[in-house]
């Protein structure tokens, strides 16, 4: 068959991550207060800032003439793809959102989502940690997905327990040293 005939892999047509959910169905996709304005934040600067930008590069380019050795047009049709792509994802992410307050679950003894809990490692390290949504996790700011590993150990548990994590590494025990819920 002659290479006229064969199509390449379209660009456009890659798996969207909006497509793709990380987690099963039954999950729920909960958020705080603050990371769910936070993702209709970027959603709006996405759709009212940057999209509209790049459109008007993308017009100007393409009335430059040849496309297809035009860098302007292909590297910002590029980027437009992904801004639709964000947008999608955003979208789908806020539809199905489910905000759970922390302020809301005062007087909780357990760890559920939302709680910053301090526990201890084996190694004598204190780590203090707040159980987030999956698009608002952020380590360096002591924030994790409630859905991993840790997280998930972390579920349930009361002050003084004693709860086995599984990671990639091994297994390791954590005990639990305080429960609190923060207000955002």
């Not at 969207?16 to 936070?38: S, V």
Request: aromatic letters at 8%; hydrophobic letters at 35%; a negative charge.
């Amino acid at each position: 068959m002659s290479k006229a005939f064969t199509k390449e892999g379209d660009p456009e047509q890659d798996d969207d991550p909006a497509d793709i959910n990380p987690f099963p169905a039954e999950t729920r996709n909960c958020m705080t207060p603050g990371g769910h304005a936070a993702l209709q934040k970027e959603l709006r600067w996405l759709l009212k800032e940057e999209r509209p930008g790049i459109v008007e590069i993308v017009s100007w380019a393409a009335g430059n003439g040849d496309r297809s050795e035009n860098g302007d047009y292909l590297y910002n049709k590029k980027r437009l793809r992904e801004i639709d792509r964000r947008a999608r994802y955003l979208t789908k992410k806020l539809e199905n959102a489910e905000i759970v307050d922390p302020k809301k679950q005062q007087g909780i003894e357990r760890a559920f989502f939302g709680a910053t809990v301090t526990y201890i490692r084996e190694n004598d390290t204190e780590v203090t940690v707040t159980l987030v949504g999956v698009d608002e996790a952020d380590f360096s700011a002591g924030k994790i997905n409630w859905l991993s590993p840790v997280g998930k150990a972390l579920l349930k548990a009361e002050i003084g327990d004693s709860v086995e994590v599984r990671t990639d590494s091994g297994t390791e025990i954590i005990e639990i040293l305080d429960i609190r819920y923060l207000l955002e």
